[in-house]
């Protein structure tokens, strides 16, 4: 060691001064940090979210720059002279200004922000700043539908699809990624309920978004990506993953009850015999696997808000393939049977859903109603036949046309709240405000007096939830079925780089007591399921229920 050197590292010790070590970062760290702080300015600095930039091609820059970066230190280096770049920032009168609308926050988290294990203290004082002094205008990149609660849904704009869009490029990648992450981020109402953090999620499917083996993983990681914000919601189709899971179909439709598949129904009659595949046949095991192993191996690729959501959703992940045949293990009668079963097309199928009779009398006093296919003219004269039955059965295993407004107006007396609505506050991105709580009912109408049973389960979805809460309202009411598909209010349209498109719900949906729905379902007064004795004997379990509780 040299002299001079030795003196100055003394001096240095004496005078208390520490030559601090640069903080390394990995690639998942350096990359999350940029995809975190290029989503946080596109909604919140004032000159980014007014649409002043090409932020896509600012993103590829900072990518450029940031790609030699090894420390903490000279990412943030990187970072804090991008974000002088974007010119000026105002101080906001208006964003200090306490508001006297009710906010949920349960979404809301920048503490990313403070990590001083990947920010220095600069660029979090300048991420701080911002926050505080954020964009109060007509954002660009997002706006609101407008609805029944005015201010609705999260509607994503001017944002480019690049339909050339190959795979192969990086960037590209990693845009679909960050855009669809900050997204979720910002303007997901149920973010807060999802199984893994969704910080936690990102630095899980970065390296899959930046190194993928091939097409077919790039399409997976982007299913996957979509799946783990556990909404029902949320599903993406495309022609790489339909390729993947099988454009061929087994000519029957199934449930699963009890870990086995059983046979509801045909999706085509003449293949369905040709193939000797009946109603209540049990399958238990596909090329030799059991079926409810094949769901666990692809549950990360089906969407759903619970397990009974997902189990309606793999009706085409377990079966399907791209061979002309599959050999299937069932159950028929008690005996064991193995066999090859054709596999088609589903063009092939001519299927049409069976549809049933919109409204009837049992017995002469219990009416039925298929609210999938009850429509709003048909309402008037439905009621008015049967308001003199003992009772109403509505069946909302299906999905409503628009009607639960007319009907309540028949079911109740005088306005009752059903649903309280969280919606995006786009002057703090990250944070919902509540709105107005909806009624429905008493326009007047002379209403109906007999018991009220609403029949519910996993096909029970969305509106179709919100129908069910609606008709809770009524004062003789109860709720029969299983849990239903749980994913509640609008929808916000989302699409991936290259034109695939996906969604979310973009609305917040709870009781006016703040009970949630999300990934719950709406509530159950009796729990019935079909039984797998119940369809090979082509009852209707849930209803044979409802009717039993009518007699008693």
């Known amino acids: 060691m040299g002299r001079f050197t030795l003196i100055f590292l003394i001096t240095l010790f004496f005078s208390g001064q520490v030559i601090a ?6 690639e998942t760290e350096k990359l999350a940090s940029v995809g975190k702080v290029w989503g946080f300015l596109k909604y919140y600095h004032p000159n980014v979210a007014k649409g002043k930039f ?42 200090q200004k306490a508001t006297s609308t009710a906010r949920f926050n349960k979404n809301f988290d920048l503490s990313w922000i403070q990590d001083n294990r990947l920010f220095s203290k600069q660029l979090s004082d300048k991420l701080r700043f911002i926050e505080q002094n954020r964009f109060q205008g007509k954002q660009y990149y997002v706006t609101t539908a407008k609805g029944i609660a005015k201010e609705q849904n999260v509607i994503i704009q001017n944002e480019p699809e690049y339909p050339n869009f190959r795979w192969k490029d990086k960037n590209l990648r990693l845009l679909a990624l960050f855009r669809y992450w900050n997204t979720v981020e910002y303007f997901f109402p149920y973010k807060y309920q999802m199984d893994i953090l969704w910080n936690d999620v990102l630095t899980q499917m970065l390296p899959k978004f930046l190194l993928p083996e091939s097409e077919l993983n790039y399409h997976l990681a982007m299913l996957e990506l979509v799946v783990h914000i556990n909404d029902s919601h949320a599903g993406l ?14 000519p029957v439709i199934h449930r699963i009850i009890d870990n086995k598949a059983v046979i509801v129904r045909p999706f085509n009659d003449s293949l369905a015999r040709l193939n000797d595949l009946k109603i209540g046949d049990v399958i238990s095991k596909v090329n030799g696997q059991k079926v409810i192993d094949v769901f666990e191996e692809r549950k990360n690729y089906i969407q759903g808000s619970n397990k009974a959501a997902k189990l309606a959703f793999a009706w085409n992940k377990i079966f399907n393939g791209s061979t002309d045949s ?6 028929r009668n008690g005996k064991p049977i193995t066999k090859k079963i054709g596999r088609y097309p589903f063009d092939v199928f001519n299927y049409e859903r069976p549809t049933k009779k919109k409204y009837k009398i049992r017995n002469n006093t219990i009416g039925y109603v298929n609210m999938g296919e009850v429509t709003q003219e048909d309402v008037s004269q439905m009621m008015d036949s049967l308001r003199n039955t003992k009772a109403i059965i509505f069946d909302i295993r299906n999905y409503p046309k628009g009607t639960l407004y007319r009907i309540a107006n028949y079911l109740n007396s005088s306005p009752k709240e059903f649903v309280k609505i969280i919606v995006p506050d786009l002057g703090y991105p990250g944070r919902f405000k509540w709105t107005k709580t909806l009624k429905c009912g008493g326009n007047g109408k002379k209403h109906y007096k007999g018991k009220v049973i609403l029949l519910v389960n996993s096909q029970t979805i969305s509106h179709a939830e919100f129908t069910t809460m609606a008709f809770q309202t009524y ?14 209010g609008n929808v916000s349209p989302i699409g991936f780089v290259g034109g695939f498109k ?26 019935t399921k079909p039984t797998i004795a119940g369809i090979r004997e082509g009852r209707d379990e849930v209803l044979e229920k409802a009717l039993d509780l009518l007699k008693d």
């Open 475 to 488: 004062d003789n009411v109860m709720t029969i079925g299983s849990q239903t598909c749980a994913a509640d």
């Open 326 to 331: 599959v050999t299937l293990e069932l159950l």
């Open 54 to 95: 090409n932020w896509d091609e600012q993103l590829f820059t900072i990518l450029a720059r940031t790609e030699k970066t090894d420390s903490k230190e000279e990412l943030s280096q990187v970072l804090i002279d991008w974000i002088g770049s974007l010119g000026e920032i105002k101080p906001c009168k208006s964003c």
């Open 502 to 527: 996906t969604g979310i719900s973009g609305t917040g949906i709870f009781y006016p007591d703040g009970t949630k729905t999300q990934r719950v379902g709406v509530k159950i007064d009796v729990t």
């Open 21 to 26: 070590k640069p903080t390394p970062l990995n």
């Open 237 to 250: 189709s495309t022609d790489t993953l339909n390729e993947y899971f099988g454009n061929k179909y087994i």
